[in-house]
């Protein structure tokens, strides 16, 4: 059972289940929409929440927190000079995961998970 358990493990072992969201971040920043299970992108909305805000403090420190989990220096470069300063006007918020259905072969619900990258006024939502 999994009980107050806070991290799916996706059928996968610690190393490759880092590996795993490593390469989905870096496909979310590179292609700004991306395809895959529910469980996974679910996962890949908490790290890339937590990344983003952490890449908005803007010191070192925190770039290279966030290069951890880049593994292509172009799409380092595209997050630090093109999105970052898109995404900051943002407080929060800024994945989002729409599901879009099961998958034919095996009945996997897929989801998209995209960059928010619009600006929202505090206290209007839409």
């Known amino acids: 059972m999994r009980h107050r358990r806070k991290i799916r493990k996706l059928g996968r072992d610690f190393q490759h289940r880092r ?4 390469n989905l971040f870096t496909s979310l920043l590179d292609k700004e929409k991306i395809k895959t299970t529910e469980a996974r992108a679910k996962e890949l909305v908490k790290l890339a929440d937590k990344l983003i805000e952490t ?20 799409v380092y470069k595209k997050f630090f000079g093109e999105l970052l300063p898109a995404l900051s006007s943002r407080v929060g918020g800024h994945v989002r995961m729409v599901r879009l259905g099961h998958r034919k072969g095996d009945g996997a619900m897929i989801s998209q998970v995209e960059l928010i990258k619009e600006a929202t006024e505090k206290g209007k939502s839409k």
């Open 19 to 22: 590996l795993m969201l490593k």
């Open 55 to 74: 890449a908005k403090s803007g010191d070192l420190h925190a770039r290279r927190q966030v290069a951890r989990y880049i593994t292509s220096k172009e």
